[in-house]
């Protein structure tokens, strides 16, 4: 059994920042990619940031520049900090993580952390 558990969503004023946290646990051996993904309302779930065991990354046009993501290995958790955020950030963001348990590779996703950026 895998959790995956994100944190640090909020309210935030446009130009403003915030910093995402998401931490798996459980049976896991190792976590290969590490994603955020967020929906707006009416909207498909998108990727956000992606970033791979050895430490490469990739981002959406949209958040380039503004958005940096980062992973500890060592805690299983994946991070990521926005700057200057904008009224279109606006989203529920969900970190999904790809965990190699012992039998087999999977992905999972958490629950989904609330963004809201006002004008």
């Known amino acids: 059994q895998v959790h995956v558990v994100e944190s640090g969503g909020g309210l935030v004023q446009t130009g403003g920042s915030l910093r995402l946290s998401c931490a798996a646990s459980g049976s896991i051996f190792s976590i290969n990619d590490m994603g955020w993904y967020r929906q707006a309302p009416g909207k498909q779930r998108e990727l956000v940031a992606v970033?791979?065991?050895?430490?490469?990354?990739n981002y959406a046009d949209s958040v380039k520049g503004r958005f940096t993501i980062s992973r500890d290995n060592a805690k299983n958790t994946v991070y990521l900090q926005m700057n200057g955020l904008k009224p279109e950030d606006t989203a529920v963001y969900y970190c999904?993580?790809?965990?190699?348990?012992?039998?087999?590779?999977?992905?999972?996703w958490g629950q989904g952390t609330q963004v809201t950026v006002s004008s």
């Open positions: 970033i791979t065991n050895g430490g490469s990354t």
């Open positions: 999904q993580v790809e965990a190699v348990l012992r039998d087999f590779v999977r992905r999972y």
